[in-house]
């Protein structure tokens, strides 16, 4: 089964009104910019959201929060030792929400940068396996207001 769809706004056709959404990333990193900006052009709404952030300066779920489409948001995880214990510390800090989002979603929608063929790279590099994403856009250049790519030397 050929997961690839050419757009955004193919993969995020089918969300309907009163949908839940888990939303990945970390911070204002690796939010799925494009298509968020196709649900916000379906003017589909009531829509219950989790993710770490509601976004902000003009990145992630502001969008649809500007727009009046969301009526939950699950995000706030301030003063929870138990979540920072688990999910804040310094070991694996690179690391976002995308496995757990797409592991709890019925329909997952995976952005990339670059698509490559299975055996390409290392099984140890992928954080999200295949058998939980359903959908994959392939985003060759994506925008990336508020992140600065840095290489250890």
Sequence with gaps: ??????TAAE???DITDGSSLAVG???FCGIPEPSIAALVATGVGDLETV??????NGVGLVHLLEHKRIRRVASYAADNKEFARQFLSANASAANFNPDCA???RITITEVDHLVEPGE???AAVHTPGIFVHRIVHVPDPVKPLEKVTVAR
């Design 103 to 105: 592991r709890a979603g």
């Design 1 to 6: 089964m050929d997961k690839v769809v050419a």
């Design 121 to 123: 790279i290392d099984p």
């Design 11 to 13: 993969a995020v056709a």
């Design 51 to 56: 993710s770490d952030n509601r976004g902000g």
């Design 25 to 27: 990333g970390f911070g």
